[in-house]
């Protein structure tokens, strides 16, 4: 995919509306194996939208594909046959529907003509005729009961949070009715924009000081150089161009305190695209040392680089291979996983991973952490995380690890600067957040010394 820096913006004066943009963009996630963020920056770039257009946009795009199971299981219940209608005129009843169920601010007859319209000009006449007719039904009938709770609670819960019916079901089991519902509601909530005070540009405070001359809304988090921003578009804020922030969620900032770098060390990012927490060990370590920035993929290690630039950082360096006899203070594994801790930011997670793939994704992590540890040196640390809930992906891979390596201990806790705090800590000695916990993504993280005993 072309980076939004190599699209040219459109030429033409007409630019479509955020409707047929939101709809295109869920027409071609899957013919271009694409992310919904990435079609929507796209999106924004050629279209220069900008304002209550990019922000109705987002909402669509991001609404749609959270509602998604539920919105099926409604129009469902319209459609005359049993046959699923093309996946284009699914995805524009989904939109109309979700239009007109969940957005109170669009009134539902406007939802219906606005669906109507955008079918005019892509579809059939007898197309045009079906999406109209299913979305007045709707209109006039209203959403069918959800499946009754008392006969069959995962299916009540799948439905009602549109999540997928194999991971309400863990959820519940594990974590219980309370905790798991809570977890439920939080996957479909806007998430925080939240930002990493770059330390090399200056303190907190004057951070802070820049977002209130600009009168942009703010407030600093627990973790030392996180804020919260709220209103506005996050590429607008003021101080971004020149560096000054990198948006991070605040449990993904954690990790970089978990790993503790200090200045003049060596550290490995080995999965590091596109580059939050290897800026962040550079921050750390005050830009004096070597912050090897490495991944599989060449394009994704440019933007990488890009933000090293935009950040100020001189210490890092970016390669799809490290030097064999390379040894680091710190190696951190923050591992490709299923994601299921950031459902919330990333709304066609749920609907591409299976339960099937937790098996699948654990090999990987293990052979990841295994390469990865033939590069700490004698008393370095090797940390090993994820922005997933399950075991499968998270203690187990830990535990398999230190069983065939016994030279690797768990360090338990947090260290002698207590970042991150003890309420992160569990009674197993591993770090974790939830969604639900003080607004956070959901992640897991194991601190591993290297002490050759």
Not at 46 to 75: M, P
Not at 195 to 208: E, F, K, P, Q
Request: charged share 25%.
């Amino acid at each position: 995919m072309e980076s939004p820096s190599q699209i040219p913006p459109r030429q033409d004066q007409t630019k479509p509306s955020a409707r047929s943009l939101a709809w295109t963009i869920l027409n071609d996630m899957e013919p271009r194996r694409a992310w919904a963020e990435d079609l929507l920056t796209e999106a924004l770039h050629r279209n220069s939208l900008t304002g209550a257009d990019a922000r109705l946009l987002r909402e669509l795009v991001f609404g749609t594909l959270k509602a998604q199971l539920f919105l099926d299981y409604v129009l469902k219940s319209f459609y005359k046959s049993d046959s699923t209608p093309p996946r284009k005129i699914v995805n524009l009843l989904r939109l109309g529907a979700y239009q007109m169920l969940l957005l109170s601010k669009i009134p539902p007859h406007a939802a219906v003509h606005a669906t109507v319209e955008l079918a005019k000009g892509k579809m059939d006449a007898r197309q045009v005729a079906f999406v109209n007719a299913v979305l007045r039904s709707l209109g006039r009938q209203g959403a069918p009961a959800l499946p009754p709770r008392e006969k069959d609670e995962v299916a009540y819960l799948s439905v009602l949070h549109s999540l997928p019916a194999w991971l309400v079901r863990r959820w519940l089991e594990r974590f219980g009715w309370e905790a798991a519902e809570c977890l439920m509601h939080t996957a479909n909530e806007a998430p925080p924009v939240v930002a990493r005070v770059n330390a090399l540009r200056g303190d907190r405070d004057a951070a802070l000081g820049l977002l209130e001359k600009q009168g942009v809304e703010h407030a600093a988090l627990e973790a030392p150089m996180a804020v919260h921003i709220s209103g506005g578009d996050p590429g607008q804020i003021p101080g971004v161009a020149e560096g000054w922030f990198y948006f991070q969620d605040q449990a993904s900032q954690w990790v970089g305190y978990l790993v503790d770098p200090e200045p003049g060390q060596t550290c490995i990012d080995w999965c590091s695209a596109p580059g939050g927490k290897a800026t962040h060990l550079a921050e750390l370590m005050r830009n004096q040392g070597h912050v090897w920035s490495h991944d599989v993929s060449q394009i994704k290690l440019r933007k990488v680089e890009e933000n090293a630039r935009r950040l100020g950082i001189t210490c890092l360096r970016t390669a799809t291979s490290v030097p064999k006899e390379l040894r680091a203070d710190r190696v951190l594994v923050d591992a490709p996983c299923s994601g299921l801790g950031t459902l919330r930011r990333h709304a066609e997670t749920r609907w591409r991973i299976r339960e099937q793939d937790l098996a699948r994704l654990a090999k990987t992590q293990i052979t990841l952490l295994e390469q990865a540890a033939s590069h700490v040196r004698l008393g370095g640390h090797l940390i090993y995380a994820t922005c997933t809930t399950e075991p499968e992906e998270n203690e187990n891979v830990v535990n398999s690890f230190l069983k065939q390596h016994p030279e690797f201990t768990l360090k338990i806790g947090p260290g002698a600067n207590g970042n991150p705090p003890q309420s992160y800590w569990d009674s197993e000695g591993f770090f974790r957040t939830y969604p639900r916990h003080k607004d956070m993504d959901g992640m897991f993280a194991a601190r591993l010394l290297l002490s050759g005993e």
